[in-house]
């Protein structure tokens, strides 16, 4: 597979994966979209979380990397909240309305991503 293949099916993973989020939070007011097309805020959302994940994400872990140790981990799910809330700014038509809305959204996705991952192994070219 090449690794734009892998981009593509990546970013589309990411794609569903906050599709999921949006179904299973909106109900409860933690997640609202106010755009016509459901569509259009998910897939800029996938845009800017890989960004926000490759570029932001490390540089909040470094930072961060003594409370990490200390919770033995646990901090990484309030990292990946903040990474959630921080992209869904940039989003238009895509609001997280509380706190709680970024950190189910950020594990929903997580959780999703990874399973798909699991299930669909990106393997690199053999050449």
Not at 49 to 60: D, S, V, Y
Not at 99 to 118: D, E, K, M, T
């Given at each position: 597979?090449?690794f ?6 990546s970013?589309a ?7 999921v989020?949006?179904?299973m939070?909106?109900?409860?007011g ?10 259009l ?9 890989g ?5 932001i994400?490390?540089?909040l ?12 981990g ?12 921080l992209?869904?700014?940039f989003?238009?038509g895509l609001t997280v309305s509380?706190p709680?809305?970024?950190?189910w959204?950020a594990v ?5 991503s ?5 299930f669909?192994?990106?393997e690199?070219d053999?050449?």
């Amino acid at each position: 597979m090449s690794f734009w293949t892998r981009v593509l099916v990546s970013w589309a993973i990411v794609a569903v994966a906050v599709f999921v989020a949006v179904l299973m939070l909106e109900p409860f007011g933690l997640i609202a979209i106010t755009a016509q097309s459901a569509w259009l805020p998910i897939i800029i959302m996938a845009t800017v979380l890989g960004l926000l994940n490759a570029f932001i994400r490390p540089i909040l872990n470094l930072l961060s990397c003594g409370c990490i140790v200390l919770t033995l981990g646990l901090f990484v799910l309030v990292v990946n909240a903040f990474v959630f809330w921080l992209a869904s700014l940039f989003v238009p038509g895509l609001t997280v309305s509380v706190p709680w809305g970024a950190f189910w959204g950020a594990v929903i996705v997580s959780v999703v991503s990874f399973l798909a991952n699991v299930f669909l192994p990106l393997e690199p070219d053999e050449n």
